[in-house]
């Protein structure tokens, strides 16, 4: 069992960044490969960011390459999502996700983790 705490949501205007953070509990936060979602009003959530469990592969959505960055910190057990050159339909709640893995596989698709956390806010104006 691994229960995730999201934070550093917030408002920002279009070109600006935010840093968004998700502590995990438990002893054995390496052996889980991490992810971020996103999830706008009306619509279905979405990968955005995945990182696998040593860290060393990473994979992102078309729609952020270049802009976000994903990365964790093992001893921290939290991992990050680094966004700059945020634009308005980068708008959502963002979810931090996570499922225990014996590879280094990142999933892509929501039913590909098991541990969701409780989201937060981002909200980027024109």
């Known amino acids: 069992q691994v229960q995730l705490v999201e934070s550093g949501g917030g408002l920002v205007q279009a070109g600006g960044s935010l840093r968004l953070s998700c502590a995990a509990s438990?002893?054995?936060?390496?052996?889980?490969?991490l992810a971020w979602f996103r999830q706008a009003p009306g619509a279905e959530r979405e990968f955005v960011a995945g990182?696998?469990?040593?860290?060393?592969?990473?994979y992102y959505a078309d729609s952020v390459k270049g802009r976000f960055t994903i990365s964790r910190d093992n001893a921290k057990n939290t991992v990050y999502l680094q966004m700059n050159s945020l634009k308005p339909e980068d708008t959502a709640v963002y979810y931090c996700a996570a499922v225990y893995r014996l590879d280094n596989y990142v999933a892509t698709p929501v039913a590909g983790y098991d541990y969701w956390g409780q989201g937060t806010q981002v909200t980027v104006s024109s």
């Open positions: 438990g002893r054995t936060f390496s052996t889980y490969a």
């Open positions: 990182i696998s469990r040593s860290g060393g592969r990473t």
